[in-house]
């Protein structure tokens, strides 16, 4: 639920801080006096357009914090994207005077999508225009879904999965002459490849072998002078090595600083024994081989003359031929008419138990849907009116199922249910958009806050005593927020907040603050019409709050708020 809301230079809003509770809160004030400015800010907070219009006028930015309770649905969210979890959410966004942008999510930068996303969780704001919405087959359908439990998703993946399906199947009957081309064109070529047959790691281990047989003559001649040098001849490192050792070995009693110079002499002349070894098996084993040297001039011939035909390097030749290996096998795959059927045929049986599934809860949804809003109707000014939500059957199958769904009523008894969007009366349609709202709404498990923007315009009379009940019956187990020109809605509130607006020194600017006891008696009369404020209507006022069980006396610890609080008007300065 909403916590607090802070605005800073937000329109004609110099600066306010207002804390909200559980339940059923209304928000009132005279025509004009900016009661939708909240509704606008938390928009705004939520990832709604920032414009630089927005700023107050002369002011270098404005500052929105909107702070929620976080949700359980939402950590999920917060901690794949990043942001701290806690038991609190701070959405924070500014907006300067170029029209420039910038969020926060509990401290830490956001995009406005993010908070778009975020919002899903917390708010559902419905405007006095609401129904609108429900005369969108799309909207309308996915209405219904949400309260059938079916998944959209689901079912449009296993659609997208047929229509892909059918269009490879076709796709292959009517390209075959030309998939046969181009499969004979790469067999061809894999056939080429296929006659060197390269090895994943066979060229650099030709060339190595090819640079050594080229020059084994140069190599067993520097192997038979180097062990001549080391050993074999007159002279040689290792014979000078070890009668230097012998030399120091015999008068090393004498002095035991040669003792070091003993060791290093000893490590020398194992080493050139070692060296001295290795050489002589190395000459062992070497030879001139022409005709392996041949094979290899051959082979590394081979190698760049394909190379060269298919314009790449020698050693990419193996993953070339692996490269059409794979397009060869999806050609293969392509041209399998068979197996395409068997695909597609797998495909739309499992889009079709999708969408029959789909079809069975849309229907016992509808019924239900339609008799829980019917029922809403009869206190609504519509009695005898009848609802329908409507399955209508599609030529085609389509991503959503099939069928489309559409609203239908009838606004009195005897008559047939028209189609929604055929109805003509504003009211009406209003009062319907609040029935479904408050019956679906109350249903789901969607954002914990709800905000009605004058939904109820159109509407007066005893149906407005039926809208604030419906309204603080859904506060019951959300926190519900209206913005509301009716003194019946306002009478039901749990909680009561006024907005005024006050020019000072040539500035207008609106203020919001809560209202309890006389004052919210005062406010209740003003809505009832009328300039002035006399001994009956604010008689009319107390006995509608008292009877809606509205506390009437000021609370010891009232909500903090910055704002002017609304003057208490008297009943002297009521009376004519």
């Not at 206190?379 to 085609?396: D, H, I, K, N, V």
């Not at 069980?549 to 300065?573: N, V």
Request: charged share 25%; aromatic share 4%.
């Amino acid at each position: 639920m909403l916590r607090r809301l802070i605005l800073r230079d937000f329109a004609i809003v110099p600066s306010l801080e207002l804390e909200f509770h559980p339940g059923f809160s209304v928000l009132t004030g005279e025509t004009g006096a900016g009661k939708s400015i909240l509704v606008d800010a938390l928009q705004l907070a939520l990832g709604g357009r920032g414009e630089a219009a927005v700023v107050r006028e002369g002011a270098a930015r404005t500052e929105i914090s909107a702070e929620f309770d976080c949700p359980q649905a939402a950590r999920p969210w917060l901690d794949e994207a990043g942001f701290e979890t806690a038991d609190s959410l701070l959405l924070r966004r500014s907006v300067d005077a170029q029209g420039k942008s910038r969020a926060w999510v509990n401290g830490s930068p956001a995009t406005v999508g993010q908070l778009r996303e975020l919002a899903e969780h917390l708010l559902d704001i419905h405007g006095q225009h609401a129904w609108q919405g429900l005369t969108r087959p799309a909207a309308v359908r996915e209405l219904l879904d949400a309260r059938a439990g079916v998944d959209a998703r689901a079912l449009a993946a296993a659609h997208n999965r047929w229509r892909a399906a059918a269009d490879a199947l076709e796709h292959a009957r009517h390209r075959h002459d030309e998939v046969a081309r181009e499969r004979e064109r790469l067999a061809w070529q894999l056939g080429e490849i296929d006659t060197l047959a390269p090895g994943d790691d066979e060229w650099p281990g030709l060339n190595a072998e090819h640079t050594r047989l080229a020059h084994a003559q140069a190599l067993m001649d520097a192997a038979r002078q180097a062990l001549d040098a080391v050993s074999e001849q007159d002279g040689s490192a290792e014979s000078d090595a070890a009668l230097a050792l012998r030399l120091l070995q015999d008068v090393a009693g004498h002095d035991a600083r040669l003792l070091p110079v003993i060791d290093g002499l000893q490590a020398v002349v194992a080493q050139l024994s070692d060296a001295a070894h290795a050489l002589n098996s190395y000459l062992g084993r070497a030879e001139l081989d022409p005709q392996r040297l041949a094979e290899l001039d051959a082979r590394l011939g081979a190698w760049m003359g394909l190379a060269r035909r298919w314009r790449c390097t020698p050693d990419a030749l193996p993953a070339l031929r692996e490269q059409w290996r794979e397009a060869l096998r999806a050609l293969d795959a392509a041209t399998d008419t068979a197996a395409l059927q068997a695909e597609l045929d797998a495909a739309h049986a499992h889009y079709l138990a999708l969408a029959q599934q789909a079809s069975a809860a849309r229907a016992l949804a509808a019924a239900a849907l339609g008799a829980a809003v019917t029922q809403a109707m009869q206190s609504l000014g519509m009695a005898g009116g009848r609802f329908e939500a409507l399955l209508l059957p599609l030529a085609q199958p389509q991503s959503w199922g099939l069928e489309s769904v559409e609203f239908a009523v009838a606004g009195h008894a005897g008559s047939t249910p028209r189609p929604l969007a055929k109805v003509a009366s504003g009211g009406e349609l209003s009062r319907l958009a609040l029935a479904i709202a408050v019956t679906t709404l109350h249903d789901d498990g969607g954002a914990g806050t709800l905000i009605f923007d004058e939904i109820d315009a159109g509407i007066g009379g005893t149906v407005g005593d039926t809208v604030g009940a419906l309204m603080k019956q859904l506060g019951r187990g959300r926190q519900v927020l209206a913005v509301t020109h009716l003194a019946q809605v306002a009478a039901c509130a749990d909680h009561h907040y006024v907005v005024a607006k006050l020019t000072r020194q040539g500035h207008t600017a609106s203020t919001v603050a809560p209202v309890h006891g006389a004052d919210r008696v005062a406010e209740v009369a003003r809505m009832l019409g009328g300039e002035r404020l006399g001994d009956t209507r604010l008689a009319h006022a107390q006995a509608m709050l008292a009877g809606t069980g509205a506390p009437l006396d000021e609370p010891d610890d009232p909500p903090a708020s910055q704002g002017a609080r609304p003057r208490r008007r008297t009943q002297r300065e009521g009376m004519p």
